[in-house]
């Protein structure tokens, strides 16, 4: 996470490619940053298999050599609104972590992409989270970020063996503005990614849940044109 | 991990099953504490099927209400001698951490735990893991339980909210003669978990390797019988 341990870590990087605006402009920074790209996808079972196309269309865009959909059914353990059914709230985002939370999600991804960075001999992991425009998710803060990287350290065999990971966070900081701002710095088109928790039958993306009133707020506040297709 | 906990955590608990010897007396061993307990076990790629065989026998041995097992292959990420065609060694265990090394594996299984612990509302975890007479392992050792349950803290809307989640490591401490005792104490027949790591074509157990030379000197010094086949 610091600067020294972005110059003297290795070329590979583990990135974990979601499909979403966040997760696109992560990928691009570490395209940026001129990693080797190993994206990982997790197929949990969410309700919206589009974010899965999403996530490949990126990846091609970006020519990245190699993009991994784990399959991981996190429907067998219920108790979301992303991969249960059970409706998703649309009143805007309030100060309560909402149903859309999934049960340690980003424990379980970046657990994946550490064990899949060891193998690979890699030692960077790149995860789109940020904790400003956001619903509160516990496991999007930094506090959490860095607990991670202490841990791989005692997890992982080459943690024991004195390497050192770090997870690279690098839109913990940014607004969703700075972010659509980001996205078309570098070139890459919003409308390839996916937002909305509630994708319509047409198509079209919601509009009023909170995934979709962040993306448009951030859009409309850097200027850059979401071509996106809102149902409201 | 205390006592304090132990007593005023809630009914049910997570308990990682993989079929072996240590997990099968880690869920005796919460059954006798009375707990409700689902089982989780991971079909991870493993060569050797009959793990899982052995974690489906002992769940019905303990009448376990709830037995889940999650596919997630980790032969995609490569690196192990026990989901990739590598030799399994079989001279004894070394000071270095062996090929039979999954990466991140302990992590990846209690990320998975915790998630169903949250879903189902539950708050104790149970892992067979022991620092004695084990592999070397770094993911088996007492700090990395340690700080899997601190990062359970903050990686989790339930933690988020003050509810503390127990990481239970009851055979931590003890040694493979301890375990197969209490195998004993609690009517479990070893002969219904598998630990070897290298299953010969006939069924029987290779005998020669880590897991066989530690389960097999642990039962004996224990004097309890192991009517296992050995090969060797």
């Known amino acids: 996470m610091s600067e020294q341990a ?19 402009v992560c990928a691009g920074l570490a395209r940026e940053a001129d990693r080797t790209v190993h994206a990982l996808t997790v197929d949990y079972g969410q309700r919206h298999r589009i974010e899965i196309e999403s996530a490949r269309a990126i990846a091609a865009n970006l020519a990245i050599e190699d993009h991994q ?9 219920g108790g979301s609104a992303l991969t249960a ?3 998703v709230p649309k009143t805007g985002v309030g100060d309560d972590i909402p149903v859309t939370y999934v049960p340690a999600r980003n424990l379980l991804f970046l657990s994946l992409a550490l064990s899949w960075a060891e193998a690979l001999g890699a030692r960077d992991i790149y995860i789109g989270v940020n904790a400003l425009d956001y619903s509160g998710y516990p496991d999007c803060r ?17 943690g024991d063996q004195g390497n050192q990971f770090t997870i690279h966070a690098p839109l913990q900081d940014l607004t969703k503005a700075q972010i659509a701002a980001e996205a078309a710095r570098l070139g890459l088109d919003p409308a390839m990614s996916w937002s909305c928790y509630d994708p319509q039958p047409d198509g079209s993306a919601c509009g009023e849940c909170d995934s979709c009133r962040l993306r448009k707020a951030g859009m409309d506040e850097a200027g850059v044109i979401d071509t996106t297709d809102y149902a409201a």
Chains 1, 2 share one sequence.
Do not use: C
């Open 6 to 24: 972005e110059q003297t870590s290795g070329d590979h990087a583990v990135v974990l490619l979601s499909g979403g605006l966040d997760s696109m």
């Open 69 to 77: 959909v784990v399959p991981l059914d996190m429907r067998l353990f």
């Open 85 to 87: 059914d059970i409706d």
């Open 142 to 158: 930094p506090e959490f970020i860095a607990g991670f990287q202490n841990l791989a350290q005692i997890a992982t065999k080459a």
